[in-house]
């Protein structure tokens, strides 16, 4: 049994899109994180208490870039992960990057206080922090250009992981005109089913408009 963990607007968004497009058959249970009650119960499942986290049965997985990994080997039929052994290594290259850089990048421009106590400085951080996020979508956008999917020539659940990115380009009023590959992107992400399950599931942005 497959039971998902996930708050809004969070990272978490691009498993929920894998696990969809997947077919995979699983429990998803939504998180306010802001809720300090939630948060005690959840640390009870996951010590951590980040999202996202998969449990298989007992056993918990932590961290997107593991539990895309998991999904794409738990139902290969869905044919979410490369074939060669070079875009597989791309893939995890990406994967890390979007999750060590690209997402360390937006967090310092909407929480400056995770990396400093000097209320003096949040608002330097955040500026770089943001100016540094638009950087890597412009690198993202470069990327796709010329690309139908990012790795290979299907989709993967790197390109489940990028739509997180979109839907926070979109929660902070990024403005997207000189991204057109990106924007190509997320229209074609927007037209598939499953994809579009779970961002509903979510209520998310990129369906609210």
Not at 148 to 171: H, K, N, P
Not at 183 to 206: D, G, H, I, K
């Amino acid at each position: 049994m497959l039971n998902f963990y996930y708050a809004p607007t969070s990272c978490a968004l691009g498993c929920h899109i894998a696990l969809e497009e997947a077919g995979a058959e699983f429990t998803a249970h939504r998180l306010n994180l802001l809720d300090a009650e939630t948060v005690a119960a959840y640390r009870q499942i996951n010590p951590k208490g980040t999202v996202p986290a998969l449990r298989i049965d007992d056993h918990l997985i932590t961290e997107s870039a593991a539990i895309l990994w998991y999904i794409a080997q738990t139902f290969p039929a869905a044919r979410l992960w490369p074939d060669t052994l070079l875009e597989q290594t791309e893939a995890l290259s990406v994967m890390s990057w979007l999750a060590s850089t690209v997402h360390i990048a937006r967090r310092q421009s909407r929480a400056p206080q995770r990396f400093t106590s000097d209320p003096a400085a949040f608002e330097a951080l955040q500026a770089r922090g943001r100016e540094a996020f638009i950087a890597h979508l412009q690198r993202l956008d470069q990327l796709y250009d010329g690309r139908t999917w990012l790795i290979g020539e299907r989709i993967s659940v790197v390109d489940c992981y990028v739509v997180a990115f979109m839907q926070w380009a979109r929660l902070d009023k990024i403005d997207m005109a000189a991204f057109a590959a990106l924007q190509t992107f997320t229209a074609r992400m927007l037209q598939r089913p499953a994809t579009r399950r779970a961002l509903e599931r979510e209520r998310s942005v990129l369906v609210k408009g």
